[in-house]
């Protein structure tokens, strides 16, 4: 279920990067290259924010997001 919900996010993610740059240019080109291209960007960027983030994580603090921690 969990890849289903991944692909189905991808695509979402996909269709409104191309439709903010076509409605922002009208170019149909910069709307597909956009919804490619920053996708896979965002990714590698998001690999490397998590490695921060492990490194910034105190030992044993095992929440998996501040949100989601107990009050």
Do not use: C, Q
């Amino acid at each position: 279920m969990a890849r289903k919900k991944t692909f189905s996010f991808a695509i979402v993610h996909m269709l409104v990067a191309f439709g903010v740059v076509y409605l922002m240019t009208g170019s149909l080109a910069l709307g597909g290259a956009v919804a490619l291209i920053e996708p896979a960007v965002n990714t590698v960027a998001y690999f490397f924010h998590e490695k921060v983030w492990e490194r910034w994580t105190p030992k044993g603090n095992n929440a998996p997001n501040d949100a989601m921690a107990a009050p």
